[in-house]
Nanobody, 122 residues
């Protein structure tokens, strides 16, 4: 059974950090992407990492602040989020890529997790 489970969300003050985890089970993924969706907005790609060669993708809005890493032994992908801003507030989802390459396009991804809430506020 294909399953992706996110964890690590929460409430943090501006400038703070959080680390999200995406635990993958039931299959061997090609790439894992992180997406986010704020109320009233479309789901947008945040970051992605490929399994084969560590190719990564970052949205311009998070470059230099977020880092994606994978642990194949644990079948888990992490998103380290630093210098968080109120505009980072959203539900964050991880998803399994359909292909070997990385992108921020939701149509390139198939199975999705249930999401974890990240709120950046005073």
């Amino acid at each position: 059974q294909v399953q992706l489970v996110e964890s690590g969300g929460g409430l943090v003050q501006p400038g703070g950090s959080l680390r999200l985890s995406c635990a993958v089970s039931g299959f061997t993924y090609y790439a894992i992407g992180w997406f986010r969706q704020a109320p009233g907005k479309e789901r947008e790609g945040v970051s992605c990492i490929s399994r084969s060669d560590d190719t990564t993708y970052y949205a311009d809005s998070v470059k230099g602040r977020f880092t994606i890493v994978r642990n194949n032994a644990k079948n888990t992908v992490y998103l380290q989020m630093n210098s968080l801003k109120p505009e980072d507030t959203a539900v964050y989802y991880c998803a399994a890529g359909r292909y070997y390459y990385c992108s921020g396009d939701v149509t390139d991804f198939g199975s999705w997790g249930q999401g974890t809430q990240v709120t950046v506020s005073m």
